[in-house]
């Protein structure tokens, strides 16, 4: 039985996560063994740690991933924690976030039990372009920037509202220049990551085209990252920030706790940090 699982998942449209190997080599240099396992399976319950890490798939089944988060934390050590994942799976956490005074994308939330003029009006706000998202959603899944005033807005929000909750913000120019993950580890600032969309997309994600590579954050995004983590009131192994530039300063687009990619295959050493946290964390439970 291994030491540690690290959760992937069980659907992958776009292959393995590169980097989970890498963190599986790292662990074994410090003496760990670990294995990567589809989430949902009972092989998770016989390790000491559970980490949840590339689960991309868990949007289109919410309700058993999260009975399956519940039933491992239960049985095992999981991280993070269940608590932490059931409020950063649904976005609305965004609005979390800037009641604590964190800078982030104007977002409007719309439940899927809002009236038609909720959805009217939260279009009407802007002029330009707006992003229709998901409020349960990974790599930009059913995504769309559009011109608010259009038909096509109206009818997206709609779709979307008729399956769930879904956000409405406005488009930021400035993402086509790229966007700033910052990855920390136990609460302390490991890396910076700067992904680009590929020329004539917003979205960031490799697999449409975009390209990741080294940054060294400003002092105004560390601080933006700072007041993000200073609002999660648990104890997160890993987290991902998210951050665009706007006339403003820098503002957050995600705060990612559930299984953001970590850029662990980047040649950073960030692989041997992260494996150290978790062995510290394993050694701490006996």
């Known amino acids: 039985m291994p030491d540690i699982v690290l959760a992937t998942g069980r659907d992958m449209p776009h292959g393995p996560a590169a980097e989970d190997p890498v ?3 790292a662990l074994a240099a410090l003496g760990i063994t670990a294995a990567i396992e589809p989430w949902g399976t009972a092989a998770s319950f016989d390790a000491r740690l559970v980490v949840v890490r590339t689960t991309w798939d868990y949007t289109e089944h919410v309700t058993e991933f999260l009975g399956w988060v519940d039933e491992t934390a239960r049985r095992t050590t999981l991280i993070n924690p ?3 994942i059931r409020w950063n799976l649904h976005k609305s956490y965004l609005l979390d976030l800037a009641y604590g005074s964190v800078p982030i994308m104007p977002t409007a939330l719309i439940t899927h039990e809002s009236p038609p003029s909720d959805l ?9 372009e707006v992003v229709i998202k998901p409020a349960v959603s990974v790599g930009a899944y059913d995504t769309m920037r559009v011109v608010a005033g259009s038909a096509a807005a109206a009818e997206h ?3 979307l509202v008729a399956q769930g909750d879904a956000l409405v913000q406005p488009f930021e120019p400035s993402i086509i220049d790229g966007e700033t993950s910052l990855v920390y580890f136990d609460g302390d600032f490991s890396h910076a990551i700067r992904k680009v969309p590929a020329a004539g997309d917003y979205r960031v994600q490799v697999f449409h085209g975009g390209s990741n590579l080294a940054h060294e ?3 105004a995004e560390l601080e933006v990252g700072a007041l993000a983590l200073g609002v999660v009131d648990a104890d997160v192994a890993y987290a991902r920030v998210d951050l665009v530039a706007t006339d403003r300063g820098p503002v957050l687009m995600e705060l990612e706790l559930i299984e ?9 050493e960030s692989a041997t ?5 978790l062995a510290r964390r394993l050694h701490a439970l006996g």
């Open 82 to 84: 269940a608590e932490v």
């Open 120 to 128: 009217a009006a939260a279009l009407e706000e802007y002029d330009g």
């Open 23 to 25: 963190l599986v080599a």
């Open 260 to 268: 953001p990619q970590l850029f662990l295959d980047e040649p950073n």
């Open 157 to 159: 929000l709609r779709r």
């Open 273 to 277: 940090r992260y494996a150290e946290v």
């Open 217 to 219: 954050p400003s002092a």
